[in-house]
């Protein structure tokens, strides 16, 4: 079988599509290469249109105060810019802006009203042309929102995109790149719509967006070296998920209560050289998916120093996830913190990385010599959590008197008692402070979560301060089945 990983090499768009349909998880569905741009009817130019075709190369064009009712083609290097409150309103049909020339301009205006037509993927903004900027709009009922096709080096900043009121099968994606390199994503705001995604990009940076209310937050498919920092996923389906994707850095995001039925906060997927990094992750379903990466042993799979609070699950791993190593991380309150789907187990993933682990709040050793690391290991494996990792539905007897009996029957029959899902050797006593990349406002919101996280995590470490170890835990001076720091 060929892997979906070699396949844009191979094959035109279209097989390749097809192969990816066949490989991808079900959550990609209804993605596909764009759909080939339709030559409307002509129409009669209005005022904004009559203007640029005016113009020279090079020109810019300020627009006026007012609502026009026009269907916009920027064919020449010009900066379309509005003064006041300037409405693109494209009567419910079509596109509104195609812009086919390269180094164009448009900013500052409210583009809105679309056509409704999924197969010709009607848009509020399409460019076809590179060095594209495209900042300071706001897209109303729109489809498809700002929609780049082989358009490098470009940027799209500051923006809103705001979908129509449709079920979300039948949305537009708020934002998608195709074979767009180098492009610049920041300080946009997307909400009701479908995804916002890139195909085939590579070299861009996405920093300082939200995403709201949408299918995915943000969804990479075969797009390398691509920098994610300071943005806010939340209430989406998912919030951040990669696929095929290789040299990937999540790094100061924060993903919250992305609830819908898959429910990750970020997954990941066949991806390879990634680094997760001072995220905060909090009311999701799922903290973090992880199925068959890193794809590779060229480098392990780097998760440091995230906050993965009050989640459903906090991590969740397919039995294909190897290679992963989780250092300095806070699992504060989470239902379940770690849970592997399916039969398989977690021993080639490390959760320490030499002598520093994570924080768990649920860890209930303690620290005699004062050096901030448990004495003892943490080996976490109720018979309750064994069983619902194996059967899901036993989660609706979560909290339960059912789930206290099982609890119970573990304990007093050691015979019956599950092993370990994993172990932290060196588990951390104290939260670690996170200081996650974002602007200034948003910036503050999330110090203010994590602080309140961090002293939820130290009021736990301190009233088991006292407490006994366990009969059953392994001290850290009597470790010699590993050597902290070796891979499992």
Not at 468 to 479: K, T
């Amino acid at each position: 079988m060929i892997s979906p990983r070699t396949t844009p090499a191979l094959f035109p768009a279209a097989a390749v599509w097809l192969l990816v349909s066949c490989h991808a998880s079900a959550q990609s569905a209804g993605h596909e290469a764009p759909a080939p741009i339709a030559e409307g009817r002509a129409e009669p130019l209005g005022v904004v249109g009559r203007r640029i075709a005016a113009a020279a190369p090079g020109d810019t064009i300020v627009v006026g105060e007012g609502v026009y009712h026009e269907h916009l083609r920027i064919d020449k290097p010009v900066s379309l810019v509005a003064e006041g409150r300037v409405v693109l309103d494209g009567r419910g049909n079509g596109d509104v802006v195609v812009i086919t020339a390269p180094d164009v301009t448009l900013r500052g205006f409210t583009i809105r009203n679309t056509g409704t037509d999924l197969d010709k993927e009607n848009a509020g903004i399409r460019v076809t042309a590179a060095r594209t900027t495209i900042e300071d709009n706001v897209l109303e009922d729109i489809l498809f929102g700002i929609d780049l096709r082989e358009s490098p080096d470009s940027r799209i900043a500051r923006n809103r995109i705001g979908g129509k009121n449709l079920d979300i099968a039948r949305r537009g994606d708020g934002l998608r790149l195709w074979r767009s390199d180098r492009t610049v994503i920041e300080e946009n705001a997307i909400h009701d719509g479908r995804d916002a995604i890139l195909w085939y990009s590579s070299g861009v940076t996405v920093r300082n967006n939200t995403g709201l209310r949408c299918r995915y937050g943000l969804h990479l498919m075969f797009s390398d070296n691509i920098t994610i920092t300071g943005n806010e996923f939340a209430e989406n389906s998912v919030g951040i998920y990669l696929m095929y994707s290789t040299g990937v850095e999540l790094v100061g995001n924060r993903l919250v209560r992305n609830r819908g039925p898959s429910g990750y906060g970020i997954g990941l997927k066949e991806t390879d050289r990634f680094s997760v990094r001072g995220n905060l992750l909090t009311g999701n379903r799922a903290g973090v998916y992880i199925d068959g990466s890193p794809f590779t042993s060229a480098k392990p799979g780097e998760f440091t120093r995230n906050t993965i609070a009050s989640n459903d699950v906090g991590m969740v791993f397919l039995p294909s996830a190897r290679g992963n190593e989780l250092a300095e991380n806070n699992f504060i309150d989470n239902i379940d913190q770690v849970s592997v789907a399916g039969r398989g187990t977690l021993e080639a993933n490390r959760f320490w990385k030499g002598d520093r682990g994570n924080f768990w709040s649920d860890y209930s050793g303690y620290d005699h010599d004062g050096d901030g690391v448990g004495d003892f290991v943490h080996e976490p494996g109720t018979l309750f959590e064994n069983l619902m990792d194996k059967q899901p539905s036993l989660r609706l007897f979560l909290f339960s008197p059912a789930q206290q009996a099982i609890e119970f029957v573990g304990r007093a029959v050691p015979a019956i008692r599950p092993e370990p899902k994993f172990t932290d050797e060196v588990p951390l006593m104290r939260p670690v402070p996170i200081e996650p990349a974002a602007p200034a406002d948003a910036g503050n919101r999330g110090g203010l979560a994590l602080a309140g996280l961090a002293m939820v995590g130290i009021g736990l470490a301190a009233l088991r301060a006292a407490a006994s170890p366990r009969g059953d835990r392994l001290p850290r001076s009597s470790r010699t089945a590993r050597p902290v720091g070796a891979h499992a």
